[in-house]
Every structure is written in structure tokens, then in C-alpha cells.
């Protein structure tokens, strides 16, 4: 089933918005699509980026930030 044009172009706009921070190094406009659960769990791509709760999601990002000067 396919959403409707409405949440398509809602959903779109939150993955834009998302890449947007990320490609700002925005640490703080990145962490907010994320839940604020203690227990919250996110593997990334890496083998070393599994972590648990926005402290330590927060040290993957400001890694990752690191890492790259320019992203598109």
C-alpha cells in the first residue's frame, strides 16, 4: 500500500530535514529526530556504531562529524 501524496511529502520533508542537520554538523537539530529514551538503541553501518541512549548517540555523530569535511 502506498501513503497518501500528504504523508509522502511529510515524510520526504523529515528525511530532508534530517539529512540537512547532518550535513550541517548539527549535533542538536540531528539528536532531536531521535526519541529521548534512555533505553533507546541505534546501529549505524559501521561494526563499532551500536549504541544505547542519546549520550552515546551523541559521541557516534560527533565521530562521524569528524570524519568528513563536506557531505551532499
Known amino acids: 500500500m502506498r501513503a497518501d501524496p500528504k504523508t ?3 515524510a520526504v ?8 542537520a547532518f550535513t550541517k554538523k ?3 537539530a ?3 529526530f531521535f526519541a529521548p529514551d534512555p533505553d533507546l538503541v541505534v546501529i549505524g553501518t559501521g561494526g563499532d556504531e551500536k549504541c544505547v ?3 552515546a548517540l551523541r559521541n557516534i555523530f560527533k565521530r562521524s562529524f ?4 563536506e557531505a551532499t
Open 13 to 20: 520533508n523529515i528525511v530532508k530535514q534530517c539529512f540537512e
Open 53 to 55: 541512549g542519546l549520550a
Open 30 to 32: 540531528i539528536l532531536a
Open 66 to 69: 569528524a570524519s568528513f569535511e
Open 8 to 10: 509522502e511529502a511529510a
Open 26 to 28: 548539527d549535533l542538536d
